[in-house]
Nanobody
């Protein structure tokens, strides 16, 4: 079992930055993904990182602006978000699992077994 807790969300102006954190407790050695969701829309993939940190993946909409990283000694995963846009407004979730077992697994919500409760990010124009 893995428990995930996100933090770092908040209100920021367009062009600003936020860093989200995902604290994991319990069994580790899982890959971690970040997803986001706005009301009445499906949850969408944002970024992911392999357990060892050697591979990272990004949605086209955030490439060049967001950076995912991890510190396995601290059991933490981070999402640095720069040049934020109003369309980045959403609830952001971190998720853990073994998505590497499937083709395109990192991008697929159902390939992650454990989820945090989410943190709200609001970007004002």
């Amino acid at each position: 079992q893995v428990q995930l807790v996100e933090s770092g969300g908040g209100l920021v102006q367009a062009g600003g930055s936020l860093r989200l954190s995902c604290a994991a407790s319990g069994r580790d050695n899982y890959a971690t993904g970040w997803f986001r969701q706005v009301p009445e829309k499906e949850r969408e993939f944002v970024a992911a990182i392999s357990w060892a940190g050697g591979s990272t993946y990004y949605a086209d909409s955030v490439k060049g602006r967001f950076t995912v990283s991890r510190d396995n000694f601290k059991n933490m995963v981070y999402l640095q978000m720069n040049s934020l846009k109003p369309e980045d407004t959403a609830v952001y979730y971190c998720a853990a699992g073994n998505p590497e077992r499937w083709s395109n697994g990192y991008f697929t919500e159902r390939r992650y077994a454990y989820w945090g409760q989410g943190t709200q990010v609001t970007v004002s124009s």
